[in-house]
C-alpha cells in the first residue's frame, strides 16, 4: 500500500470514527429530550385531568367526567386514560383495547393507599408506553385514581429517522470528503511523488538525462523538483567528464600495452638474439675452418662437426623451449602422489647436488594427493630443484654474521636454512609440503616449498624472474626460460608460485596447488 493510500485510509478511518461517536452522543441526547419531553406532556396532562376530575366529584357532577375522559379518545398522541374506583378497580377507560392487567391494577391500589404519584413506564400490546398515576382527592378523602398512558413508540421512530438522516448526511459528507482529499492528494502529493520516483527509477537505469516535471504554485514538492533536476545536471556533467577521462584512460591503457608489448617483443628478440647468437657464432666460425682448411685432419674436422652439432642442439632446444612457453597445454589430469613425485625428483638432482656439496632434506609427509598432469608438474619441480642446487653451487662458503647467527639460533635449526659450527652457512636445500597452505577466494591451496641457502635473489631481479630469457647465469648456462615455462604449468593447474628470499640468506620458491584440483 503506498503512502497516498495509507493517508488517506488513516484519515477516512479517523474522520469517520469521530463522526461516529458524535452520531451516536447526539442520538442519544435527542432520545433522552424527546423522553422528556413527552413525560412532561403526560403529566401536564394528567394534572389538568387531575384538577377537572376532582372539581366535577366535588360538585358530584360524574357524568360530565365520564364525558371529559370519552372525548379524550380523538386524542392519537395518548395510549388512553383510565380511572380507577377506591378500591382499584377501572371503571372509566378511553381506551376500550386496553389489556386485562390494566383493569385492577396493582399500581392503582398503591397510590390510593399512599397519596402519592407513581410514573411507570412498561409495555402494553407490544408498545412501549409511560404512564402517570395520580390520587383523586375529595377534601381529605382519596376516592379514586387516574392514569394516563402515553405511547413513546414514536421517539423511538424518531430516532431511527434520526439516525437514518445521519447516515445519509455522514455518507455524503464521507464521499464529499473522499473526492476532495483524492483530489488533493493525487494533485498535490502522488503525482510529484511518482514523477520524482520515475526519475530516481531513470537515475537507477542509467539515464542521467531524465527530468522530472516541476509542479506548479510552489511548494516543498516544487523545490524538490528543481533540486532533483539540479543534481540530474550535476551528475550527467559529471558522468561525461567521467566517460571523456575513462577513455582518455583506456587510450592510455592501449598506448601502454602496445608500448609494453613492443617492449616484450623487444626483450623477447634480445633473449633469442643473445641465445642464439653465441652457438651461430661458433657454428659460422666452425664452418670456416672447415672450408678455409680442406687439409686439415680427420682429427680437426670430427671436432669441428661435433661442436657444430652441439651448437644446433643447443639452438633447437631453446627453440622448443620457446614453443613449449607460447604452446597451450593439454594437461593430462590424473590422482599424482606429491610426496613420491618429489622423491623422484631429488633422485635426479642428488648427482650434480653431491658434487656441490649440497645437502637435499626431504622428509616425507605420506600419501598426499593431488590432480595434476604428473609429467608437467615433475618437470616444474625439477627445474626449480636445479636453480637451486645451481645457484648453490656458483656460491663460495660466506661467514654469516652474529646478528644472522643470533637471529638463526632464536627461529630454531629447523625454521630456516641453517649454519654449520664454524659460522659458515651450510648448502642445504630443504624440500617440504604444507598441508594447510592458503585459502585464496574461498578455495585451499597446499604450497610446496624450495628453500636453499644460496645467495638469494637481487631485490631489483625479484619482479623479473619468470620473464622469458631473464636469467642470472653466466652465457651457456642457461636460457632463462626454465621459471617462465615452470609459472605457464603451475598457473595452468589453477595455482601460482611465489619467490622471496630467506631473512638469513638464500631463497624460497613456493608452488602452490589447489587441493581440490
Known amino acids: 500500500m503506498n503512502v497516498s493510500a495509507r493517508l488517506i485510509l488513516f484519515l477516512m478511518l479517523t474522520v469517520g470514527g469521530i463522526m461516529a461517536a458524535a452520531t451516536l452522543v447526539t442520538l442519544r441526547q435527542r432520545a433522552v429530550a424527546l423522553e422528556n419531553a413527552a413525560r412532561d406532556e403526560v403529566r401536564a396532562h394528567a394534572l389538568t385531568l387531575q384538577i377537572a376530575l376532582e372539581e366535577d366529584f366535588i360538585t358530584e357532577r360524574a357524568l360530565d ?11 392519537t398522541a395518548l395510549y388512553g386514560v383510565f380511572l380507577f374506583d377506591e378500591e382499584g378497580r377501572m371503571t372509566i377507560s378511553s381506551n376500550e383495547n386496553a389489556p386485562q392487567e390494566i383493569r385492577y391494577a396493582e399500581e392503582a391500589r398503591e397510590v390510593i393507599a399512599t397519596g402519592q404519584p407513581k410514573q411507570i413506564p412498561r409495555e402494553l400490546n407490544g408498545q412501549e408506553v409511560f404512564s402517570i398515576i395520580l390520587p383523586l382527592r375529595k377534601g381529605a378523602q382519596r376516592f379514586g385514581a387516574l392514569e394516563v398512558v402515553q405511547s413513546i413508540e414514536y421517539v423511538n421512530s424518531h430516532v431511527v429517522r434520526a439516525r437514518r438522516d445521519i447516515m445519509v448526511t455522514s455518507l455524503l459528507l464521507g464521499v464529499t470528503m473522499l ?61 561525461k567528464a567521467a566517460a571523456r577521462e575513462a577513455e582518455d584512460r583506456i587510450e592510455l591503457e592501449r598506448k601502454l600495452r602496445h608500448t609494453e608489448g613492443l617492449a616484450i617483443v623487444g626483450r623477447l628478440a634480445a633473449g633469442v638474439a643473445h641465445e642464439m647468437g653465441a652457438p651461430l657464432q661458433v657454428i659460422d666460425g666452425r664452418a670456416k675452418q672447415l672450408l678455409n682448411n680442406s687439409e686439415a685432419t680427420l682429427e680437426t674436422r670430427q671436432r669441428n662437426l661435433t661442436i657444430i652439432r652441439a651448437q644446433s642442439e643447443r639452438i633447437t632446444r ?10 597451450q597445454y593439454h594437461l593430462q589430469f ?37 590432480n595434476a598432469d604428473s609429467n608437467l608438474l615433475h618437470q616444474v619441480f625439477l627445474n626449480i630443484g636445479q636453480n637451486a642446487v645451481q645457484a648453490m653451487s656458483r656460491q663460495e662458503e660466506p661467514v654469516v654474521s652474529a646478528n644472522a647467527l643470533a637471529h638463526a639460533a632464536a627461529n630454531g635449526a629447523g625454521s630456516s636454512p641453517g649454519m654449520n659450527g664454524n659460522g659458515h652457512r651450510e648448502r642445504r636445500l630443504r624440500i617440504e609440503i604444507d598441508r594447510e597452505g592458503v585459502i585464496r577466494e574461498a578455495r585451499a591451496f597446499l604450497a610446496i616449498r624450495f628453500a636453499d641457502t ?26 632463462g626460460l626454465g621459471l617462465a615455462v ?11 608460485i611465489e619467490a622471496a628470499n630467506n631473512e638469513i640468506g638464500g631463497a624460497t620458491f613456493t608452488v602452490y596447488l589447489p587441493k581440490g584440483s
Open 65 to 75: 367526567a365520564r364525558r371529559l375522559i370519552s372525548r379524550l379518545r380523538e386524542n
Open 179 to 239: 473526492s476532495v482529499v483524492l483530489a488533493v492528494m493525487h494533485f498535490g502529493l502522488t503525482r510529484p511523488v511518482q514523477s520524482l520516483l520515475g526519475g530516481a527509477l531513470a537515475f537507477g537505469k542509467g539515464d542521467l538525462g531524465y527530468r522530472v516535471a516541476v509542479p506548479r504554485g510552489g511548494g516543498e514538492f516544487s523545490v524538490l523538483a528543481r533540486e532533483f533536476n539540479r543534481m540530474a545536471d550535476s551528475l550527467d556533467v559529471q558522468r
Open 318 to 327: 631453446i627453440v622448443r623451449q620457446l614453443l613449449n612457453l607460447s604452446r
Open 334 to 370: 590424473q590422482s599424482t602422489d606429491l610426496d613420491k613425485l618429489l622423491g623422484e625428483t631429488i633422485e635426479l638432482l642428488e648427482v650434480e647436488a653431491e658434487r656441490g656439496a649440497i645437502r637435499i632434506e626431504f622428509s616425507g609427509r605420506g600419501e598426499i594427493l593431488v
Open 454 to 479: 644460496g645467495g638469494g635473489i637481487a631485490q631489483e631481479h625479484l619482479s623479473q624472474i619468470f620473464d622469458p630469457f631473464f636469467t642470472t647465469k653466466e652465457i651457456g648456462q642457461g636460457t
Open 486 to 496: 615452470s609459472n605457464r604449468i603451475v598457473e595452468e593447474h589453477g595455482g601460482w
